[in-house]
């Protein structure tokens, strides 16, 4: 049995918001292990990103355990929390915001090697940023360049580059490719692919395109208000969902293809998702599901094991498979 | 089938410090009664500009028309003075933009923001138009509209706001309505939700849609006819399903690729197109496509073809397509 380089056991995220706790992040649990991609799925407002933040104790976390290779860093000094984190990099969404202006690529991809000290001399650096430049797509010609100079693909090879300099193992990519066109989006997830392959990452992918993490994920977990919903293999999760609320978003995704798309069966839900502050005990999407029964209103279903690698949190679920 | 838009050979130029940008170079398309048509195309390549020109949205200057015609209803829309498109806008052609966070105002009131258009257009006084407001906020399943009305944008949520902008769009029933990138904001369950009612309300109303998107998957849901198009220009354009099981450009097919599927399998590699579209300050004299394009020839360097007809509805224009294209890749072992 492999073991798990990440372990994420009961993360909670609440944010005070002065009328009330906004529970962002409410209790999540999930493995990730050495080389996959865990994808991170769900709408706005789900907790995707927070999940993501905390898990990089960019947030502090308001409780749980985030173990990494065994050692919980939650409980890691300031000092040594630094020194872990040259293993968790991050790729963020929005390549025009990411970069610093007023910084060269030489500068930004070096930066994280600054502060970790990574190079004794001048000549050092700069192979080092030129050597992650290759890796990327790009070259020598870029070194001396602003980030205004690069367009939206070029900017997110850039944050690439900039992610891999301190060699980590573990990558979280916040909704790395949704600010960018289709073409150049697979540009970048081929790019994502080929370095996981090359230098053996292991990926977070958040995102809310849901045929894109399909593509790029081994195993997928659906978040909804806070609450992992249901996780799988990538594969399983697509061709037999089980929760209602899986099932409701994998029908809205149209499918470019106008004979498949206009035969199939959507299932729309009602009414947008709730607030997030002082939720109620029960499951979090009960008034939008069509199965619901009063058990769901009283209590908050556990994620729990209904078949061979397939976690489900819904009361319902072993009556849904059949 | 009966026309309600057709523009030809439109073009738009942007005059700005470092020169001119043609962000449209010389389209034509038209849009049929009660039909949906797509335009398809990735970010700068000028399908929003075509849409705002048509409400004659564009700040002139920087933009100028260079040339073409936008007819609607058998009535050149350029030949028309400011007024008469006040009394077009929102009236015949309406429009629903990308963000719902920012086109509503948020220091007004939604019932007042939609009685407005109704005071201004339709002359109705403040009661017949809170009583229409209300009638309007139902037509797009707003839940519980007497008391929405006097509620702020900032109170609902993105999912309501979209369905407010359609509200607003529909006041005065138009002939034509833009939806330009209606559910890019939007979460995918609330996009089908958006989308279903665009749907109900065309069939209801009687309306064609112009829907300008790059999500591939909304134009097979919605679209009868698909328009491509690629730095300012139209590459390809025919029914929905001639352009999805047929198509004839390979940027088209490229595009088609480049999305993965739900009904795909996973281990099938995706096709990036490599590299990025061409500047549009100096476009090239050739095909925009010639540098990302695997196919490419010698000729499509220095020379556009013209569109070549696959069916009565099908255009495509490509150098492929010509008799002597086969002989020109052998002779030139592919890519020149």
């Known amino acids: 049995m492999v073991e798990p380089l990440i372990s994420a056991r009961n993360i909670k995220k609440h944010f005070d918001v002065g009328e009330g706790m906004l529970k962002a992040v409410d209790g999540i649990s999930f493995d990730i292990y050495p080389g996959e991609t865990f994808g991170l799925v769900g709408e706005s407002g789900c907790g995707k990103s927070t999940a993501g933040r905390t898990i990089m104790r960019l947030y502090e976390p308001t409780d749980g355990e985030l173990f990494f290779n065994n050692e919980n860093i939650y409980t890691l000094p300031r000092r040594e929390m630094q020194h872990v984190r040259k293993n968790f990099q ?8 990411s970069l610093n202006p007023r910084m060269t690529v030489e500068d930004i991809i070096a930066e994280p090697l600054d502060i970790h000290q990574m190079y004794k001399n001048k000549e050092e650096r700069n192979q080092r940023v030129l050597e992650l ?37 573990f990558i979280i990519c916040d909704e790395p490719i949704s600010a960018l066109d289709v073409s150049i989006q697979a540009q970048v997830v081929n790019l994502l692919k080929d370095l996981q392959n090359k230098l053996g990452l292991t990926y977070l992918f958040i995102a809310h395109d849901l045929s894109m993490v399909r593509y790029i994920s081994d195993r997928v977990g659906v978040m909804y208000l806070g609450h992992m919903m249901e996780l799988a293999d990538s594969e399983e999760l697509y061709l037999n969902p089980i929760h209602p609320y899986t099932k409701a978003l994998l029908s809205a995704i149209p499918i470019p ?41 009283q209590v908050t279903p ?12 819904c009361h319902r679920a072993k009556e849904m498979i059949k | 089938m009966e026309k309600v838009l057709e523009v030809k050979n439109l073009q738009i130029s942007f005059k700005t410090f470092f020169g001119e940008v043609e962000a449209v170079r ?4 038209d849009v049929g009664k009660r039909e949906t048509v797509a335009i398809v195309g990735e970010s700068g390549c000028g399908k929003s500009v075509t849409a705002n020109s048509i409400m004659q949205l564009l700040p002139m200057p920087p933009a100028f028309f260079k040339g073409g015609e936008i007819i609607f209803n058998g009535e050149n829309l350029l030949d028309k003075t400011e007024k008469e498109m006040q009394e077009i806008r929102g009236n015949k052609i309406s429009m629903v933009f990308q963000d719902p966070m920012t086109s509503l105002n948020p220091t007004m009131r939604i019932g007042k923001q939609i009685v407005e258009g109704l005071i201004k257009h339709k002359k109705l006084n403040s009661k017949e138009a809170e009583k229409k407001a209300i009638e309007m906020l139902e037509l797009v399943a707003v839940p519980q509209p007497e008391k929405r009305i006097h509620q702020y944008p900032h109170e609902f949520s993105g999912g309501m706001r979209q369905r407010v902008m359609i509200a607003l769009a529909m006041v005065s029933t138009p002939n034509l309505l833009i939806a330009d990138e209606p559910t890019t904001a939007l979460d995918v369950t609330v996009q089908a939700q958006i989308l279903e009612l665009m749907k109900n309300l065309q069939t209801k109303l009687d309306m064609s849609i112009i829907l300008i998107t790059h999500d591939l998957g909304v134009v097979a849901d919605m679209s009868d006819r698909v328009v491509i198009m690629y730095a300012g220009q139209i590459l390809e354009q025919g029914l929905t399903e001639e352009i999805f099981k047929n198509p004839k450009h390979p940027y088209t097919r ?11 399998s996973r281990n099938k590699p995706l096709h990036a197109i490599d590299g990025t579209p061409p500047d549009l300050y100096a476009p090239p004299k050739g095909c925009p496509f010639y540098d990302r394009c695997s ?16 069916s009565n509805t099908h255009i495509s224009r490509c150098w492929l397509n010509h008799p002597m294209a086969q002989e020109a890749n052998s002779v030139e072992g592919g890519r020149a």
């Open chain 1, 90 to 97: 991050m790729i963020f969404q929005d390549p025009y915001a």
């Open chain 1, 133 to 169: 430049l290759r890796l990327v797509g790009l070259g020598e010609e870029h070194v001396m360049r602003f980030p205004h100079e690069f367009s939206g693909g070029q900017r997110q090879r850039i944050g690439i580059a900039r992610a891999l300099a301190l060699n980590p193992k």
């Open chain 1, 257 to 297: 293809n106008p004979e498949i798309q206009r035969g199939r069966h959507r299932i729309m839900l009602e009414g947008d998702v709730p607030s997030p502050i002082n939720p109620p005990e029960g499951c979090r999407f009960v008034d939008r599901c069509s199965y619901a029964v009063d058990k769901c209103k």
């Open chain 1, 302 to 313: 556990k994620l729990e094991k209904i078949k061979e690698k397939h976690l489900v949190a």
């Open chain 2, 26 to 29: 010389g389209i034509s398309f």
């Open chain 2, 254 to 264: 490229k595009l088609l690729a480049s999305v993965p599927r739900l009904d795909m």
């Open chain 2, 295 to 310: 196919e490419a020839m010698k000729v499509c360097k220095s020379y556009m073809p013209n569109f070549d007809n696959h």
